[in-house]
């Protein structure tokens, strides 16, 4: 059997991505920017999921200036594990089983896949969409984590994220 988990290179990342509004103008994918740079450019590129993707990295791998080891070392801002039977952008996995990409951008694009999978399976257990960022840390609790203090922090973050991005 084949898992598809390969991922275009980082220059085709950015050629079908086209940047009109200049968002990635700049930065440097090498280096992890700051949260209020990852919203902008997590507003543009997960839409919907730009909030839950600033509150699970701030939760993962901490605010500006206080990153963890595999954010730093292996530009995985959320924690993510490797999959294995979903597409995804990471390049391979560590000892543990978390995935290492190339860069931050495509972190942030394999974390859009991961949540169109989740939002998929979502719909076909309730016939519905997600009405908003908690019913979706509700869902992916103990699927994306299952710790409690990592869903009580979620919700907290969830909401500090949207007052300070709206």
């Given at each position: 059997m084949v898992l598809e988990s390969k991922a275009a290179s980082h220059a085709d990342t950015l050629v079908k991505k086209a940047d009109t509004t200049n968002v990635l103008a700049g930065l440097d994918l090498k280096r992890v920017p700051g949260v209020d740079t990852l919203y902008k450019v997590a507003k543009k590129y997960l839409g919907r999921w730009a909030y839950l993707f600033l509150a699970i990295k701030i939760e993962e791998s901490g605010n500006t200036g206080h990153y963890s080891w595999l954010s730093v070392n292996h530009y995985n801002l959320c924690?993510?594990?490797?999959?294995?039977?979903?597409?995804?952008?990471?390049?391979?996995?560590?000892?543990?089983?978390?995935?290492?990409?190339?860069?931050?951008?495509?972190?942030?694009?394999?974390?859009?896949?991961?949540?169109?999978?989740?939002?998929?399976?979502?719909?076909?257990?309730?016939?519905?969409?997600?009405?908003?960022?908690?019913?979706?840390?509700?869902?992916?609790?103990?699927?994306?984590?299952?710790?409690a203090k990592w869903k009580k922090d979620m919700l907290i973050l969830i909401k500090y994220v949207k007052k300070k991005y709206k």
């Open positions: 924690g993510m594990r490797f999959p294995k039977a979903r597409k995804t952008y990471a390049i391979g996995s560590t000892n543990t089983n978390y995935a290492i990409y190339r860069n931050w951008f495509e972190c942030m694009l394999d974390f859009k896949i991961y949540m169109e999978n989740h939002e998929n399976k979502f719909k076909e257990k309730f016939k519905r969409a997600p009405k908003d960022d908690v019913e979706m840390i509700n869902y992916m609790f103990n699927t994306f984590n299952h710790f």
